[in-house]
């Protein structure tokens, strides 16, 4: 092998030690991401003064228990579901989905992953000292994706706890916490101060709660959406993402074996033509110089020295063997890692839920009257909805299936129907032409066509992908007219090669 080949395996092997080792423990990492500035409990009305404590009887203060016991009911309620959202999508209850998703992206939950040991070692041979070839222990090690995988998902599931069902908890304690000081507040703003409670402050906390139920019942509804629709999708994107990135790792670890491997039967061989040289040229140099023997020897070593260069070249290709492959994989991997953890920490920076603010910052008595601020809509989930618009890298769809059809280009052309033999009274408009595809034996640029494709038999599938003139790859629909007939969006044929348009 020459020193530039020499070099460019060393530098493989070590882009591979980097690549997949370290590398592949950084892309589960979460990253550093902004805490959330919560703001703290409330105590009294916003912009208003603290009033002065007003004398609560025995009556008053049982009043202001039952209060305190129903919004413990409410409280009861939203630890219940988050308990539940647990069990379903976190703490080990992801494994089924787990696999389920690795299954889709042909990835192996426990996987090879290329590394390089410090103990390999892996001569590099030349034709100048090339004497003997050491095996290089496999690089291939077993990895299970498993463990960070669950840990990423039970990650996301609990950011998504934290804003969603903790914050709200929090809120519904701090309303709790706040009655006492709540009958006060409410008679200052009515404008009285009375020795204890009077009709129009209990009909004020009764205003209170109601407001804060009427929150939790918005928000009992928000949460079923959550944990029916929304997580389910929301865990889905995030490991197939997840399976994706060990597709991607798992793929480029085979590929570097099969690179390696390559690399060192050639060697062999190479070792192997070098040696048989050696001793052709040891025993052309024991003959007597201009005895006329060894012409056969020195033939052989020509031949020798073919072999060797040939070889050479081929280590060289070996070495280079799928690069533009081998860059996509890595870059995919790393791409999609990165993209995992953002998708585990989006809900971290999502805007807080602030649909189900406590009574003390929604409520003003002017009067006896309450007066209720609307309910604000929660920002969590079209946040994420948002955020899983975005495309996955390394995330393009394969393309269809390409199956042969006969093939044939056809043109639009609208038919206007035949006229009615009777218009009467109720007709207020004549009928509609209607579009029909008629076959075209050439195409000039900038006209609108089709492609149909006629199968001879039924196909299972409503796409697929049929090859026109052996270059342009275009994709059909089935019809509704004929099951067999399949036709594509409207293409153009244009200078600069096929557009396709609009709806077929």
Excluded at 19 to 46: E, H, I, R, S
Aim: aromatic letters at 6%.
């Amino acid at each position: 092998m020459n020193h530039s080949v020499a070099r460019s395996l060393t530098a493989g092997l070590t882009l591979t030690a980097m690549l997949c080792g370290p590398a592949l423990a950084q892309t589960f990492q979460q990253p550093a991401l902004p805490v959330p500035v919560m703001p703290g409990p409330a105590t009294g009305m916003p912009g208003t003064p603290a009033a002065p404590a007003i004398s609560l009887s025995q009556n008053d203060r049982r009043i202001l228990a039952d209060l305190s016991q129903k919004i413990d009911l409410m409280i009861a309620e939203a630890g219940d579901a988050r308990a539940q959202t647990m069990v379903a999508f976190a703490d080990g209850g992801a494994q089924t989905a787990i696999a389920e998703s690795f299954k889709r992206e042909n990835a192996r939950i426990v996987g090879p992953v290329t590394s390089i040991d410090d103990s390999t070692v892996l001569m590099h041979l030349r034709a100048s000292d090339a004497s003997q070839v050491a095996r290089p222990a496999r690089l291939s090690r077993s990895i299970d994706y498993g463990p960070g995988t669950e840990r990423l998902n039970d990650e996301m599931v609990r950011n998504i706890a934290e804003v969603f069902y903790d914050r709200y908890i929090a809120k519904l304690n701090d309303a709790k916490e706040g009655l006492a000081a709540r009958p006060a507040t409410i008679a200052q703003q009515i404008g009285v101060t009375p020795p204890s409670m009077t009709g129009k402050v209990r009909d004020g906390l009764e205003a209170d709660l109601k407001y804060l139920q009427g929150g939790h019942d918005l928000w009992k509804s928000a949460e079923a959406e959550l944990r029916e629709t929304f997580l389910p999708k929301y865990q889905k994107r995030l490991l197939d993402v997840l399976g994706r990135h060990a597709s991607y790792t798992q793929r480029l670890a085979e590929l570097i074996d099969r690179r390696e491997n390559a690399i060192y039967d050639l060697e062999v061989d190479f070792v192997a033509v070098h040696t048989e040289r050696e001793r052709q040229v040891a025993i052309l140099e024991s003959y007597p110089p201009g005895s006329g023997l060894g012409n056969d020897n020195i033939a052989r070593i020509r031949e020798l020295d073919a072999e060797l260069e040939i070889l050479n070249e081929k280590i060289g290709a070996a070495a280079t063997n799928e690069a533009d492959d081998a860059e996509r994989f890595y870059n995919c991997s790393l791409s999609l890692g990165v993209w995992s953890n953002e998708l585990a920490g989006r809900p971290r920076v999502s805007p807080p839920v602030s649909i189900y603010d406590a009574p003390q910052h929604a409520v003003t008595h002017l009067g006896g009257r309450a007066f209720f601020r609307a309910y604000e809509t929660d920002a969590l989930m079209p946040d994420l909805n948002e955020h899983l618009k975005k495309d996955d890298p390394c995330g393009a769809a394969e393309p269809p299936e390409e199956v042969p059809a006969r093939l044939s280009i056809v043109i639009p052309r609208f038919e206007a129907p035949p006229p009615p033999d009777l218009l009467d009274d109720d007709d207020l408009a004549a009928p509609m032409p209607s579009l029909v595809f008629e076959p075209a034996s050439e195409v000039h640029y900038g006209h609108p066509f089709h492609v149909e494709a006629l199968f001879e038999e039924d196909r299972p599938g409503s796409t697929y992908s049929v090859r026109l003139n052996g270059q342009h790859s275009v994709v059909v629909e089935q019809t509704e007219e004929n099951p067999r007939l399949y036709r594509s969006a409207t293409l153009v044929l244009t200078y600069q090669g096929l557009i396709h348009g609009g709806g077929r």
